[in-house]
């Protein structure tokens, strides 16, 4: 074999090594962490997922309920559109959390309940909120 | 009017020079002469380009990084190089 | 300056890339070199236009003039000066703007650079890079104009303020870093097209542009390393990379880069992988604009993303026409492109670099895929798939334990081909380092991934000290000179080399600190005044309590005392739960942030979050976070910076 075609062949070779650890990865991923599936709360409920999933919604007004024995753990209630699901999630708190927010959970749902053990909130770092309008508060206090 | 041109003024400046500096050079002659003066610059540049390179080379052989022969026949290569380059510069 | 001045500038800015591109192209044909002077002088004149409306925006944002939309958006009244000035790259449209004003630097320095050089390729350079203000310059006039007025039924007097969480320097200097990696590589772009367009393959301005490559990609990595360390220092998750789709969209032209930075030596010496150096430009630019897209378009959910906008569909239109053209080009220039020298041997330099080449774009590719597969898997199965660290971490370490190897081995092989007794001479010491590295952390009981990773990370500082050793030695057999004499003018003399080892011993260190991840430990509790909890054989005691109301925040603080397994005192620790705008009647204005506070050492951090308060009951509800060996990451970077700058450092002669 020429050197050329010995060349051709390790190409050819690597590539198709890399393919196959790619794929094999992709279908094996060795933490069930790797992927979860995005799901929406009514498929949850309705097709009773247990696997891993990941769900998105806001935290319904009123329904943050922290533990009185274990402050980490909490539970509250998820609505996207008109569904509503309960949420236990016993880990730190993201400073945004609070009532009216996106989130988005990742867990299992078991029995009713959704056991989070990630908690996202949407980052407000890009603040494209509405103007503000000077005349329905004071500001003084903020002051330096 | 001259109101307009007083508190627009400098705004005018700024937008009209640019105007003007960039179409200035239509309205010189034909240039030629100007081929051969970069073409002085360019085989200067070529030329420090390739004593580099030699020097590199001594220095890849002393380290190892490259056999006998190959150095000889890389060095030689590089060296005609440099002189068709400075025959070059001395034509013009 | 009336904000319309700032409209009109980019108005004329437009104007002018327009005719410039005409002018230059016609002096393409006719070779009037008036023409070449008008479209230069035109270049610059883009330049100067966007020098203005960016100035002009600058200046309406310290006014605070909230007329305009853009400063009422991102600035209010309390906001300190320099976060107005940073204002500038905070919004869509400003960070577009910055990133014109970025490549009109470059522009103007490339042309008054160039003005005695390159003189065949300049025209096309200079189409090139106006073409791609042209797009900016579309987007920031028609799409998302920075000097929009402000439309709102009621008078504006205040702005609406940057977010405290954005309020550190890290923040100021993080965005401007990446432009300034980003924009970068639009210059080695411009010059890779008018070659091919010129059919132009002399290394003269290969040789330009490595060192403008090598600057973009200098600022591109003190970019991601600072936004590493913004994430580790004020998002308190404990890490410093999630593979997030932004994080990646940056990550991604970086690996083509650096490929391309070594590639290129190869081009230079020995004028062969010219295929690859195209490809390899050609992409890095693809991605940084790509990049630029990701983080706009709403298409992938991250920290980082704008809201979901029109941009999307016109930087992939251009992104599409980059792809189509380049790659198109290069078809037309298939002869060229061909090198004259064949790779001769598996051990040999050139084949050591070409498969460097290979490997970069396959790990770029994975992170690629990664960050796409739940963009495909929902277009192909319809179902939203989350791809987390785990998958890409699975999927990369492997990858990039291989070119940490090949870090220790292509400076050990010859060029052509390394000779039986050369492979012997120089491997033996590195192999030997690294078996023994090994043996060692087995022996202690270390196993898998940490192992390889540190035991190659001795076998190629072993590499490393052998070729400083080797040119040492060289030098002293040739000149009468001691150690460091011969060391200094050693390195004076080949920048390039001697810069890119003492880069790559950066890259080691930073290896050794990713490894450290491996044995990250993190413990959440509750305590009280008195109380004690232990986490990774370290004591914390809450000594106090405390609050304080501060300018615009209040904040609870809590006094930990950190013991080691010894009892002997270790430091102490003031994590902070803060609320900011605590007295905004509005609550949802009331924004709680964690204050941490890191005990840093070489050897690991303690990471201390103060995650929440029972002040009632005086109960503080602490995380705490054990990282090994993260002060290497940053370490790495600053030896990685130096090098770079030891490689860039301009010659004399």
Redesign the interface.
């Known amino acids: 074999m020429n050197s050329n075609k010995k060349f051709f062949l390790m190409i050819t070779g690597i590539i198709g090594m890399v393919i196959f650890w790619i794929s094999w990865v992709s279908m094996n991923p060795a933490d069930e962490k790797a992927m979860t599936t995005f799901v929406s709360v009514d498929e949850l409920i309705n097709d009773n997922i247990n696997r891993r999933t990941k769900l998105g919604g806001l935290v319904k007004d009123g329904s943050i309920a922290i533990s009185k024995t274990n402050y980490l753990d909490c539970t509250f209630v998820l609505k996207e559109g008109n569904t509503e699901l309960d949420v236990k999630y016993g880990r730190t708190r993201p400073d945004l959390f609070k009532d009216g927010v996106e989130v988005i959970v990742t867990g299992q749902y078991l029995n009713g309940v959704f056991y989070a053990d990630e908690l996202q909130t949407k980052c407000a770092s890009r603040y494209e909120g509405d103007l503000r309008n000077e005349s329905s508060y004071n500001l003084n206090e903020i002051d330096s | 009017m001259i109101d307009f041109i007083r508190d627009y003024g400098l705004i005018l400046i700024l937008f009209i020079l640019p105007v003007i500096f960039a179409l200035q050079p239509l309205f010189l002659p034909r240039i030629e002469k100007i081929h051969i003066q970069l073409d002085v610059a360019e085989l200067k540049r070529k030329k420090l380009l390739i004593y580099r390179q030699i020097k590199e080379l001594e220095m890849e052989y002393d380290i190892g990084n490259i056999n006998e022969n190959d150095f000889i026949s890389g060095r030689a290569t590089l060296k005609k190089e440099v002189s068709e380059v400075i025959a070059a510069l001395k034509s013009l | 300056?009336?904000p319309i001045?700032g409209g009109?500038?980019l108005n004329?800015a437009f104007g002018?890339s327009i005719?410039a591109v005409i002018t230059l192209f016609l002096h393409t044909r006719n070779g009037?070199?008036?023409?070449f002077?008008?479209g230069q002088?035109?270049a610059?004149?883009i330049s100067?236009?966007i020098f203005?409306a960016t100035f002009i925006l600058a200046f309406q944002l310290i006014q605070s003039n909230f007329d305009i939309?853009y400063v009422?958006?991102?600035t209010?009244l309390?906001t300190p000066f320099i976060y107005k000035i940073s204002a500038l790259w905070a919004?869509q449209s400003g960070s577009l703007l910055f990133w014109l004003f970025i490549l009109s630097i470059y522009t103007t320095i490339v042309i008054l650079q160039n003005q005695?050089?390159h003189?065949s390729l300049m025209p096309w350079v200079i189409i090139t890079l106006v073409i791609v203000q042209i797009f900016f310059l579309i987007l920031t006039n028609y799409v998302t104009n920075p000097f929009k007025p402000?439309d709102?039924d009621?008078?504006?007097?205040?702005?609406?303020g940057?977010?405290p969480?954005?309020q550190n320097v890290t923040m100021v200097i993080h965005p401007p870093m990446l432009y300034l990696g980003f924009v970068g590589f639009s210059v080695p772009f411009g010059f890779a097209i008018s070659a091919l367009i010129n059919g132009d393959t002399s290394?003269?301005w290969i040789?330009s542009i490595r060192r403008w490559a090598l600057v973009a990609w200098l600022f591109l990595s003190m970019g991601i390393i600072l936004g590493g360390w913004w994430a580790y220092r004020e998002l308190g998750w404990g890490g410093y990379w999630a593979w997030d789709p932004v994080e990646n969209a940056s990550f991604m032209p970086w690996l083509t880069a650096t490929a391309f930075i070594h590639s290129i030596i190869i081009q230079e010496?020995k004028d062969m992988l010219r295929l690859w150096n195209m490809s390899l430009i050609i992409m890095t630019f693809t991605l940084c604009i790509f990049g630029t897209f990701l983080t706009r378009s709403g298409v992938m959910s991250s920290?980082?993303?704008?809201?979901a906008s029109s941009l999307g569909p016109i930087f992939l239109t251009f992104v599409f026409l980059i792809i189509v053209v380049s790659f198109g080009m290069m078809y037309f220039r298939r002869n060229e492109l061909k090198s004259p020298r064949?790779?001769?041997s598996f051990t040999s330099?050139e084949s050591g670099f070409l498969f460097n080449n290979?490997v970069f774009v396959?790990l770029c590719?994975?992170v690629f895929?990664g960050t796409l597969?739940p963009v495909i898997s929902e277009a192909v199965r319809g179902?939203?798939?989350?791809?987390?660290p785990?998958?890409f971490n699975?999927?990369n370490i492997?990858i990039g334990l291989i070119l940490l190897a090949l870090t220790g081995i292509g400076p050990l092989l010859?060029?052509?081909?390394t000779?039986r007794k050369?492979l012997i001479r120089n491997f033996t010491f590195p192999i030997l380092t690294g078996l023994s590295t090994a043996t060692i952390l087995l022996f202690v009981g270390f196993r898998g991934y940490v192992v390889i990773s540190f035991s190659l990370g001795a076998f190629v500082t072993a590499t490393i000290g052998t070729e400083f050793a080797?040119?040492i030695y060289?030098?002293r057999?040739?000149f009468d000179e001691s150690i460091i004499k011969a060391l200094i003018r050693m390195v004076s003399?080949?920048r390039s080399r001697y810069g890119g080892y003492v880069v790559h011993i950066g890259i080691v260190f930073m290896f050794v600190g990713f490894t450290g991840q491996a044995f990250d430990d993190e413990k959440?509790f509750?305590l009280t005044v008195g109380e004690t909890d232990h986490v990774a054989g370290y004591t914390f005691e809450l000594i106090q309590l405390s609050e304080a109301e501060r300018?615009?925040h209040y904040a609870w603080i809590s006094d930990l005392r950190v013991t080691n397994k010894e009892g002997k005192f270790v430091t102490n620790l003031h994590p902070e739960k803060r609320i900011y705008?605590h007295?905004?009647?509005?609550?949802?204005r009331r924004?709680?942030?964690?204050e941490l506070d890191i005990y840093t050492t070489m050897n690991q951090d303690i990471y201390s979050?103060f995650?929440?308060v029972?002040s009632e009951n005086g109960?503080a509800?602490i995380?705490i976070m054990v990282n090994p060996l993260v002060r290497w990451v940053w370490v790495g970077g600053f030896i990685l910076v130096f090098g770079t700058m030891v490689a860039l450092w301009p010659r004399k002669?």
């Open positions: 300056m009336t001045a009109v500038a004329l002018f005719l009037d070199q008036r023409l002077l008008t002088r035109l610059l004149g100067f236009f203005l939309d009422a958006r991102y209010s309390e919004g005695r050089k003189n402000t709102a009621f008078i504006v007097t205040n702005g609406n940057l977010n969480l954005l290394p003269l040789q010496k920290v980082h993303s704008f809201t064949k790779m001769e330099r290979m396959v590719f994975s895929w597969f179902t939203k798939i989350t791809v987390g785990p998958f699975q999927m492997p010859a060029w052509r081909k000779g050369s080797r040119g060289a030098r057999k040739k003399k080949n959440e509750s300018a615009n705008f007295n905004n009647p509005d609550p949802n924004q709680p942030h964690s979050i995650s929440g029972d109960v509800f995380k002669d």
